[in-house]
């Protein structure tokens, strides 16, 4: 048996051992003190925004305050250990991508399990990116972004809020899909990268934060990266639509608990996101973020994660992807 299909075995292993793992020691007072979310990627970026979508929301619903605690570095994996590694009360818990957790035991070495280190609670919402350009760039197509990335090989320059991200794997495959040249340039987070593409340093990024500022004509957007066009910008075509299917997983949010936390708070907290989630200006403003509400238990969201994680495997062996 090859190590990649041991290590296919072992995830989904993995995942199937998380999905039952969940103790069922009772807990109905939570939460009787604040309770702290970290985000494992610095302020501004798209963790952050969608944190901040959900923590005023859940303090209403809760009776308790929640606070986001921001701790960005090594592509996310300083804030995910630490959120692994706190006590399994409830009041230390994690908001991070399935770009985050699916992607970090595939491009480097953890000091955590994503499948393992976790209880999954709840989805929180599937991101819509935007692919935009700075405004000096010559090209208001994909098609027309990748003619000019072969024109001029190496010469256009793609951020990304860091190594082993998301973004990287798209900046990697679409260069591998394309044939393209483009310099990937890992930042300590998406706000960082953001001001470079807005400033000109480098020139693409795939994004949620670039969304205002496509708006503000700030930047130039190309193609969507999601399932489906976005309804503030209803003549960019989707990135499949552009010609490049599959260039990316979708990317999901969870709120997740450290290894132990009690079922009834991790349904408790499902239920409160469920009721937020139905409410018609929480689904409003989270379009305008570029975030879909998509409710989904823990039991699902470890499943995607592990058959996220899996995909991610071949992906960066294909495209030959390296930390830098």
């Given amino acids: 048996?090859?190590?990649?299909?041991?290590?296919?075995?072992?995830?989904?292993?993995?995942?199937?051992?998380?999905?039952?793992?969940?103790?069922?020691?009772?807990?109905?007072?939570?939460?009787?003190?604040?309770?702290?979310?970290?985000?494992?990627?610095?302020a501004g970026g798209p963790n952050d925004v969608v944190a901040r979508l959900w923590v005023d929301r859940l303090s209403l619903a809760m009776g308790q305050q929640f606070v986001v605690d921001n701790r960005g570095g090594a592509s996310g994996m300083i804030g995910s250990e630490a959120a692994a590694r706190s006590a399994p009360d409830g009041y230390t818990l994690l908001l991070a991508s399935s770009s985050t957790l699916g992607l970090v035991p595939v491009v480097t070495k953890a000091h955590f399990d994503p499948l393992k280190d976790f209880t999954p609670m709840t989805r929180v919402g599937d991101l819509i990116q935007g692919l935009a350009v700075n405004p000096g760039v010559k090209a208001n197509t994909v098609a027309e972004l990748i003619a000019l990335a072969k024109a001029e090989p190496g010469k256009l320059a793609w951020?990304?809020?860091?190594?082993?991200?998301?973004?990287?794997?798209?900046?990697?495959?679409?260069?591998?899909?394309?044939?393209?040249?483009?310099?990937?340039?890992?930042?300590?987070?998406?706000?960082?990268?953001?001001?470079?593409?807005?400033?000109?340093?480098?020139?693409v990024m795939s994004d949620i934060v670039v969304l205002p500022h496509v708006r503000a004509g700030k930047l130039r957007?190309?193609?969507?990266?999601?399932?489906?066009?976005?309804?503030?910008?209803?003549?960019?075509?989707?990135?499949?639509?552009?010609?490049?299917?599959?260039?990316?997983?979708?990317?999901?949010?969870?709120?997740y608990g450290p290894k132990g936390v009690a079922r009834e708070i991790v349904e408790k907290v499902h239920a409160k996101v469920g009721d937020i989630m139905a409410?018609?200006?929480?689904?409003?403003?989270?379009?305008?973020?570029?975030?879909?509400?998509?409710?989904?238990?823990?039991?699902?969201?470890?499943?995607?994660l592990a058959a996220q994680t899996a995909a991610n495997y071949d992906l960066v062996k294909r495209a030959n992807i390296k930390m830098e």
């Fill in 1 to 42: 048996m090859s190590l990649l299909r041991r290590s296919l075995v072992s995830l989904c292993a993995a995942a199937l051992a998380l999905i039952v793992s969940t103790p069922v020691r009772a807990d109905t007072k939570w939460p009787e003190r604040p309770v702290k979310i970290i985000v494992p990627f610095a």
């Fill in 159 to 203: 951020g990304t809020p860091g190594a082993g991200t998301g973004s990287h794997l798209m900046v990697a495959n679409f260069n591998l899909r394309t044939g393209t040249d483009i310099l990937h340039v890992p930042y300590r987070g998406s706000a960082d990268a953001l001001n470079d593409v807005l400033a000109g340093h480098v020139h």
């Fill in 221 to 255: 957007m190309l193609a969507m990266v999601g399932e489906r066009r976005h309804p503030g910008f209803p003549d960019v075509p989707t990135i499949a639509e552009a010609g490049l299917p599959d260039i990316t997983p979708l990317t999901f949010y969870g709120i």
């Fill in 279 to 304: 409410m018609p200006d929480m689904i409003a403003i989270a379009l305008e973020r570029g975030v879909i509400l998509n409710r989904m238990d823990g039991t699902g969201v470890a499943r995607d």
